[in-house]
């Protein structure tokens, strides 16, 4: 148990409500805890002030007030949901710089994709990716006709070392 599960069971432990269990566990954590019990030696101090204060009867419409908290709560939040449901509400004020800024990129999107302009530049971009990918292929030829040279020279030299082994070996 840990002190604050502990202090949560202080009226309880002070009325003789907990549960046999409960109450040993609660004992000894009060006898390895300092700071708990020096907090029951307090709360303890406090009970004879507590039987001097007057008890007192809530009013009836109080507790009827407190009845209806349930069903008020559901009907703020039914209220709720219908309020941003509606059309008022997205045309409320707090959203209007929202949909004027939605509107400006609608218009934009729709000047680049439906007019000549906007489909000249889909061209413009279709053909520099064109070009962009016809100058990559012609590059990984080069490296390929590169690499095919110098693999002739690795295998000419190779071809060079074994003959001169070769001249050696009979001298």
Not at 36 to 62: I, Q, V
Not at 70 to 95: H, I, M, V, Y
Not at 130 to 153: I, N
Request: proline share 6%; charged share 25%.
């Amino acid at each position: 148990m840990n002190c604050r599960q502990a202090r949560l069971l202080f009226s309880a432990y002070l009325e003789a409500e907990l549960q046999p269990e409960a109450r040993a566990e609660f004992e000894a954590h009060l006898k390895t805890c300092p700071d708990c019990s020096r907090l029951l030696e307090a709360t303890r101090a406090l009970e004879p002030e507590w039987s001097r204060l007057p008890e007192l009867e809530p009013p009836a419409g109080l507790l009827q007030q407190l009845y209806l908290i349930p069903e008020t709560a559901a009907a703020k939040k039914a209220d709720q949901k219908s309020r941003f449901s509606g059309w008022k509400f997205w045309l409320s004020p707090a959203f209007q710089p929202a949909l004027a800024s939605l509107t400006v990129v609608l218009v934009v999107f729709s000047l680049l994709s439906f007019t000549t302009p906007g489909r000249s530049l889909k061209k413009a971009a279709a053909l520099e990716l064109r070009r962009t990918y016809s100058l990559a292929q012609k590059t990984l030829v080069k490296a390929g006709v590169l690499k095919d040279k110098l693999d002739g020279y690795r295998e000419n030299f190779m071809a060079s070392l074994e003959a001169m082994n070769i001249k050696q070996d009979k001298k």
